[in-house]
């Protein structure tokens, strides 16, 4: 889906916000239409995908916070998701998936 939404959109991001319902999905976005904020906004990964290369994924300072102790996973699941992410009209969403850390998990975290 990734490197469909590429070749259609051209260099991608996503966002992860802390709102409710599809408002806690992670949005993908065209690189730079959702803006992104120094102290509002954290740099929580980059996906480097062949053909496509680095995607930078955002999320809101609060929900890092939330979720800092978790391993998070995107996922792609069948079934129209809302808002502005530019899988919606695909007929798939993009979703979170976590888990807690392994003590050495986080131990490496942290170091």
């Known amino acids: 889906m990734l490197r469909r939404l590429f070749r259609d959109n051209g260099p991608l991001m996503f966002h992860q916000s802390g709102g409710c319902c ?35 994924v955002y999320m809101s300072a609060p929900q890092y916070e939330y979720w800092k102790h978790t391993h998070l996973t995107i996922d792609l699941v069948v079934g129209r998701g ?17 888990r807690l850390l392994t003590d050495e998990e986080y131990a490496a975290l942290e170091a």
């Open 22 to 56: 599809d408002g806690s999905a992670p949005m993908c976005y065209r690189a730079g239409e959702f803006i992104v904020s120094e102290g509002a906004d954290v740099l929580w990964g980059v996906l480097d995908i062949d053909e496509v290369g680095e995607i930078p």
């Open 82 to 98: 809302a808002g502005f992410s530019l899988e919606t009209p695909t007929g798939h969403r993009f979703l979170i998936r976590s």
